[in-house]
């Protein structure tokens, strides 16, 4: 079992950026993969960005080359450093941890981004 919690979400000028954070808790972090993930209203959710337990990364084409997940083993944490925010990127973020048939979620935050 893993809980996640999700922070760092807010209100955001078109251009600015934000670092969400993802605290994990409850299981062995490291074995597990970590995505980010986010839900606009009327919208399906979306994956954003992953990184494996080895720390490989994968990114929607929609956001490359402006944000970057990572992870920090040590720290139980992975975090999703958002720069260069459009308004269509305003949605609620969530945590995801994956590992076979084990799938879990954060609670989500909220990220605005005004033009």
């Known amino acids: 079992q893993v809980q996640l919690v999700e922070s760092g979400g807010g209100l955001v000028q078109a251009g600015g950026s934000l670092r969400l954070s993802c605290a994990a808790s409850?299981?062995?972090?490291?074995?597990?993969?970590m995505g980010w993930y986010r839900q606009a209203p009327g919208k399906q959710r979306e994956l954003v960005a992953t990184?494996?337990?080895?720390?490989?990364?994968d990114y929607a084409d929609s956001v490359k080359g402006r944000f970057t997940i990572s992870r920090d083993n040590a720290k139980n944490a992975a975090y999703l450093q958002m720069n260069s925010l459009k308004p269509e990127d305003t949605a609620v973020y969530y945590c995801?941890?994956?590992?076979?048939?084990?799938?879990?979620w954060g609670q989500g935050t909220q990220v605005t981004v005004s033009s």
């Open positions: 995801n941890a994956h590992r076979w048939t084990h799938n879990y």
């Open positions: 409850g299981s062995i972090f490291s074995i597990y993969n």
């Open positions: 990184i494996t337990s080895g720390g490989n990364t």
